[in-house]
């Protein structure tokens, strides 16, 4: 099914979207990257800066147009077929799974005023589910373009679709996200990565391409069980890290900080670990931005490290399998940095790797981490794509 680059063959997603919904009409193919953060975590939500960019690999979409208002949707990656009705109220259903993320999408559209019409999609990915990844992100992105290329094609407006796609993730799925991972689907660029200022939405494209190392991506193959409870349970520290500064020093956000503040104003040795990874994380990305500038990948390899010890430490976020899979990276000598990257508790870690030694990286990596673990993980080399596109 896959060919060259972790491309899925579009003539086989065809020939399935023809068996599952029959056959007859055009079918327009779309694709919607995942999306990997190279360093900046847990900051989009404390107002900084972070440092994503779109992967080759991602979500595809095949879609049909209908003469009705009839939308049916299936995914070759889950068993659950979702159809409804663009007339009647659309609502989350749990039984409809990964369905309730396009049909939140169509809602919210149509809530704004867009004009949709009925249709036929088949999703089928490359992106694991659950990784860190950002699969939710992708999925609600490609929706999102898909529903609105037929009336404006290359002219949608990228920002306000990453942001109505955050909407729907927030208020349809009840999951309180930044904007990190849709801003990085909707805005990728080929061989950049986004700074992007969470706080203002202003951003910058970074070169990034590396002749003599590769980016690979370690799946610890654990799901992140923790990551929805902790992930709330961080947030609410950094805003009581927060309170505390803001009574002695005017600031908007906890990344207006400096590790001054944190050190001299926070008592609870909690809330300033907390803080400050988050004040020393954003630093990291600045510097990061600098080092690849000047070409130095060394430092940003040093930079990586750097910020999966104060991710372990101070955010205490990374767990077993992340810190396992990160310590073998790092102590095999063809790698100069890794880290784990998303919300943490399992999902994926990141590491650059000298071309010439991945494959034995990814065998040492692999012992190293499955002897520890009892779990085989998955790697995946990827390069930094475009954001969502229309195929043909």
Not at 67 to 92: H, M, W
Not at 195 to 222: A, G, R
Not at 234 to 260: D, G, M, P
């Amino acid at each position: 099914m896959k060919g060259r680059d972790n491309m899925i063959n579009l003539s086989y997603l065809k020939e399935k979207f023809f068996e599952i919904f029959g056959g007859g009409g055009e079918v327009l193919c779309f694709f919607s990257p995942g999306r990997v953060n190279l360093i900046g975590e847990h900051i989009d939500y404390n107002g900084g800066y972070v440092f994503p960019g779109a992967l080759s690999l991602g979500i595809y979409g095949v879609l049909r147009y209908r003469n009705d208002n009839t939308v049916r949707l299936k995914s070759l990656n889950a068993p659950e077929y979702v159809t409804f009705n663009l007339d009647e109220n659309i609502e989350y259903k749990s039984e409809d799974g990964w369905g309730n993320y396009p049909k939140g999408v169509m809602r919210l559209l149509l809530q704004k005023g867009y004009t949709l019409k009925g249709c036929d999609i088949l999703y089928s990915g490359d992106l694991p589910d659950g990784a860190g990844l950002s699969s939710s992100a992708a999925i609600e992105v490609l929706t999102g373009y898909m529903m609105l290329y037929s009336s404006l094609k290359d002219d949608i407006d990228r920002v306000k679709l990453s942001l109505m796609c955050q909407e729907v993730e927030n208020k349809f799925i009840k999951v309180n996200c930044g904007i990190m991972d849709q801003f990085s689907v909707a805005m990728g660029r080929k061989n950049n990565a986004i700074l992007l200022d969470c706080n203002s939405l202003d951003y910058k494209y970074i070169p990034f391409v590396m002749d003599k190392h590769s980016l690979v991506i370690m799946n610890t193959n654990k799901k992140r069980g923790l990551a929805d409870s902790k992930y709330n349970e961080r947030r609410a520290e950094c805003e009581k890290a927060l309170e505390i500064i803001r009574q002695n020093k005017e600031i908007s956000n906890l990344c207006e900080a400096e590790i001054e503040d944190v050190l001299s104003l926070i008592k609870d040795e909690t809330l300033l670990k907390r803080a400050r990874h988050v004040v020393s994380e954003n630093n990291r990305v600045l510097k990061a931005v600098e080092v690849l500038n000047e070409g130095n990948i060394e430092e940003f390899g040093k930079l990586l490290n750097d910020s999966h010890k104060s991710l372990k430490e101070d955010y205490e976020v990374t767990g077993l399998h992340l810190d396992t899979i990160v310590e073998a990276a790092q102590s095999f000598k063809g790698c100069i940095g890794a880290r784990m990257t998303g919300a943490g508790f399992g999902g994926c870690a990141i590491a650059i790797v000298e071309n010439e030694k991945i494959d034995e990286f990814k065998d040492y990596v692999s012992n190293y981490y499955s002897n520890k673990t009892e779990i085989i993980p998955s790697f995946y080399v990827s390069v930094i794509g475009d954001g969502v596109k229309f195929l043909g």
